[in-house]
């Protein structure tokens, strides 16, 4: 009998998560492509595809260098791919992927030329708006302009990774000396510079351009022969590395770490490829650059996320049509809330319902003389927040509030310090998660006393409560007074005081200590199911799917007839289709207007079925690393609701991509009628409320 090794059941069992990851940004990029996305927002796709990768490299990348750097293969964490070979893998696919994203944004610079929308270089700049771009650069760009002069005698300052540089060649005294400079170009700083409209013309020059016309302006002090410059951009390690002063706070710690990060090692180097070897040589030895660094050249501009700000210039016809987040129907934001939430639960869907009944909910907490305390789980929050005045409304009111804020949501930790300084300073009482554990699950618990009683009320989601991401993330979010789902949430935030006790929960699921086991469970009960001729499948609706024992116990339901749908935004480390392993598995991925964010569990439990909404995708660092929740839903108009909108999505056939062994991002095609689901999904809320 011929037995697999280690090493070949791996490269035929999963795919490798970074590998996976960048797939997912290819369906991102082919947002950008698609000629049916109005073109401002194709350039917008382009920003996030670009802002993605970013944020990638800081992360991923930067986690596979440092297990290079340790002398580690970590072939099995991997998924079958030596940690060295990745590296060069991902290189790559990531080469590959900015040559055709430079492709895809000459596209359509060419459609918007079209739309009598330009953009124009330093040399094609004419008297009108020559006397603009002066005015503006002495105005606005030069005195918040950073330019580093470089010499072999200073060494050069930390480059940051939220900007990007113009490296400035200066040839001096007929080519016998080199002066080189590196100018900043801040992200505080408006990229797109909108000039003067003319004969119905929008013209858009880049703040690249802008600097490279003006360089005389910056440089006038040089007496230079010729000058040049191109655009460089580095990328850092984006892990916080924590100081063992324990002299210090948390907040301190985090908040020093956070700092420290601006000058990590870097991990990426991107440049302009019409750049000169002697330059490119010259600054890559004076910034550390080294082999294990992904090393890429790309075009004349640098730092694409920037298009996610891109102006809409008037342009509605170039964008996607708003739309109106709906009410709820039967939950009214002019009644109280707790007296419609005592009789029944309620569902709201952001972005096709309003985010709203979530504020209205606090603030009303805030300043019901009933209320006793509020307990609420904050992982990011918007920039302004209602959410946290409404929680600052109610402490100064008398309320005992307990926030738990986790300060080491990346890359959002500063935000969250702030926050949480400012509710601190008011008396809210703040726990800083659980030590090992990122605090991840969304959920709130109010105390109520109603006839001498305390009576709990509270509202369980899939995404954070903040209102700018509401407007385009889609997120569940239950509001409910089931007491018995709110004892167990409330066991939640007693394990956040106590966290050397663990809970028994009766209802809820939760992380680190039950979600592998609870899922197994449940998937286990399927596998019963049909051996026994009974009703059985399994659907489920996430981000991620990189959990090695996750996919094994899909593949075991698989191989024992239990037919599975998933709806996976990203990554996905399994293989579907495959005889033998997962032949019943089925896998879309939706990319649309929408950032896709739910996470939906259903199982058919011998056609009764058992229906979840969760902060937890199937990875790892959620099932062991992180405090989740899982919540069950049963009021079965909800439950029937949940099946609704996972059918109308998995009968995508506009936006749905098949995920399989190619790995090609194909799109479904269907001969039934079009449905993209994430329309559809808000004329079925539309049609609810008519009904």
Not at 101 to 114: A, H, R, T, W, Y
Not at 439 to 468: A, P
Request: glycine content about 4%; aromatic content about 10%; charged content about 25%.
């Amino acid at each position: 009998m011929f037995l697999m090794t280690k090493s070949e059941k791996l490269n035929n069992s999963y795919v490798n998560r970074e590998i996976s990851w960048l797939q997912f940004n290819a369906r991102v990029l082919q947002e950008a492509a698609d000629k049916n996305v109005p073109l401002i927002e194709r350039l917008r796709f382009l920003g996030i595809f670009s802002n993605n990768l970013d944020e990638f490299f800081k992360v991923r990348y930067a986690t596979v260098k440092r297990i290079v750097e340790a002398g580690k293969g970590a072939k099995s964490e991997l998924g079958g791919i030596k940690a060295k070979e990745l590296l060069e893998e991902i290189t790559q696919i990531v080469i590959a992927q900015q040559s055709e994203s430079l492709e895809i944004l000459s596209n359509i610079q060419s459609k918007l030329e079209k739309e009598h929308i330009y953009f124009i270089k330093e040399d094609e700049i004419n008297e009108a708006q020559h006397k603009f771009i002066k005015q503006y650069f002495i105005q606005k760009v030069s005195p918040a302009l950073v330019t580093i002069i470089l010499s072999n005698q200073v060494d050069l300052p930390n480059l940051k990774d939220s900007a990007s540089y113009l490296a400035v060649k200066m040839v001096l005294n007929n080519g016998k000396n080199h002066q080189y400079a590196l100018i900043e170009i801040s992200k505080t700083m408006d990229r797109f510079v909108v000039l003067p409209e003319q004969n119905d013309k929008s013209y858009i020059i880049m703040l690249d351009d802008l600097l490279r016309y003006c360089l005389d302006d910056i440089f006038n002090i040089f007496d230079y022969d010729s000058i040049t410059a191109h655009m460089i951009k580095i990328t850092r390690d984006g892990e916080l590395d924590f100081d063992s002063d324990l002299s210090k706070s948390f907040i301190e710690k985090i908040s020093d770490s956070v700092k420290h990060r601006q000058i990590g090692e870097p991990v990426r180097f991107v440049y302009d490829k019409t750049i000169d070897n002697e330059t490119l040589t010259y600054l890559m030895s004076k910034m550390g650059i080294d082999s294990h660094d992904s090393i890429i050249p790309g075009g004349r501009y640098h730092n694409r996320r920037d298009y996610m700000g891109f102006p809409s210039l008037g342009r509605t016809d170039l964008l996607y049509n708003k739309i109106e987040p709906l009410p709820i129907k039967g939950l009214s934001l002019e009644a109280s809330i707790f007296d419609s939430v005592a009789k029944k639960d309620y569902l709201l869907y952001a972005p096709y319902q309003t985010f709203s009944y979530v504020v209205k909910f606090l603030r009303e907490a805030a300043l019901d003389p009933k209320v006793k305390t509020i307990k609420i789980t904050i992982y990011r929050l918007a920039e302004i927040s209602h959410v946290a005045s409404s929680l600052i409304n109610a402490a100064k009111n008398g309320k005992k509030v307990t926030v738990s804020i986790e300060i080491q949501a990346r890359f959002d930790e500063q935000a969250n310090i702030d926050y949480a300084e400012q509710m601190q300073n008011e008396g809210i009482n703040l726990i800083f998660g659980v030590q090992g554990l990122k605090v991840h699950s969304k959920m709130c618990v109010i105390e109520r006393e109603e006839n001498h009683k305390l009576k709990r009320y509270g509202f369980i989601s899939t995404g954070n409560f903040n209102e700018s991401t509401a407007k385009i993330y889609t997120d569940y979010t239950l509001f409910t007074s089931d007491q018995r789902i709110l004892k167990d949430i409330n066991k939640v935030f007693n394990f956040f005081e106590i966290n050397y006790k663990i809970y028994r929960y009766k209802h809820i699921i939760t992380s680190p200590h039950y979600t592998q086991k609870a899922f197994f469970k449940l998937i286990d009960t399927e596998i019963q199911n049909v051996k026994a001729g009974k009703p059985a499948y399994i659907r489920l609706k996430m981000n991620s799917l990189s959990s090695f024992k996750m996919v094994d116990k899909l593949y075991e339901a698989s191989r024992s007839g239990v037919k599975i749908q998933m709806i996976i935004r990203g990554i996905c480390c399994l293989i579907p289709g495959v005889k033998g392993m997962s032949e019943n598995i089925e896998v879309i991925s939706i990319v649309d207007k929408f950032l896709e964010h739910t996470r939906l569990y259903m199982f058919c439990n011998d056609n009764n079925p058992k229906v979840y909404i969760s902060s937890a995708d199937f990875m790892t660092r959620n099932i062991e690393n992180r405090v989740e929740v899982s919540c069950p839903i049963y009021d079965e108009d909800i439950k029937q609701e949940l099946i609704d909108t996972f059918n109308i999505s998995w009968n995508d056939n506009v936006k749905a991509r098949i995920l399989n062994e190619s790995q090609k991002n194909e799109y479904r095609k269907s001969k039934a009628p079009k449905i993209r689901s994430q329309f559809a999904l808000y004329d079925y809320y539309l049609k609810k409320l008519e009904n």
